[in-house]
């Protein structure tokens, strides 16, 4: 796959050769606030000047990296279409109750590619009944 890195920007990186995202660190210091009751997760935007030709047929998910979220109450969800070149800008929040600190060059995301379907759409009147129906949240059990 194809990256191209603005001035300043960290190449992603595959820590282990099985691992299935690419750690993507940023490219300036950041800070993220704290959790607030009327505002919900701190946030912030980092635009990381990492810009990636995903190959047809594919798709980039942002995915938190798991030790953040854990041990620190980080996350961070987006996707990256094939046809995007632009640089990944990625916002990071902060469910937890002090701010976080990232120096530049600390990991912050992880950029994982997998294959997609895209199926033609149909509209129409009625689906096929099914067992589970229209049936969610909870229905299951627990």
């Known amino acids: 796959m194809k990256?191209?890195?603005?001035?300043?920007?960290?190449?992603?990186?595959?820590?282990?050769?099985?691992?299935a995202g690419l750690d993507i660190r940023t490219p300036v210091p950041i800070t993220v606030g704290p959790a607030t009751p009327v505002y919900g997760a701190g946030k912030a935007v980092v635009n990381t000047?990492?810009?990636v030709e995903i190959?047809?047929?594919y798709v980039g998910f942002i995915k938190s990296k798991s030790g953040?979220?854990?041990n620190n109450n980080i996350t961070a969800e987006g996707v990256v279409d094939?046809?995007?070149?632009?640089?990944?800008?990625?916002?990071?929040y902060n469910h937890g109750d002090t701010e976080y600190h990232f120096d530049a060059g600390d990991k912050i995301t992880q950029?994982?590619?997998?294959?997609?379907?895209t199926?033609?759409?149909e509209q129409v009147d009625e689906l096929d009944d099914t067992e589970r129906g229209a049936s969610g949240f909870g229905s299951t059990g627990r």
């Open 111 to 117: 950029l994982v590619i997998l294959p997609i379907l």
């Open 49 to 51: 000047g990492v810009h």
């Open 82 to 92: 094939c046809g995007f070149t632009g640089s990944i800008v990625v916002k990071l």
């Open 55 to 57: 190959p047809k047929g």
């Open 3 to 19: 990256v191209k890195l603005d001035p300043g920007a960290y190449m992603p990186v595959r820590v282990h050769d099985d691992d």
């Open 68 to 70: 953040l979220n854990v």
């Open 119 to 121: 199926p033609e759409l």
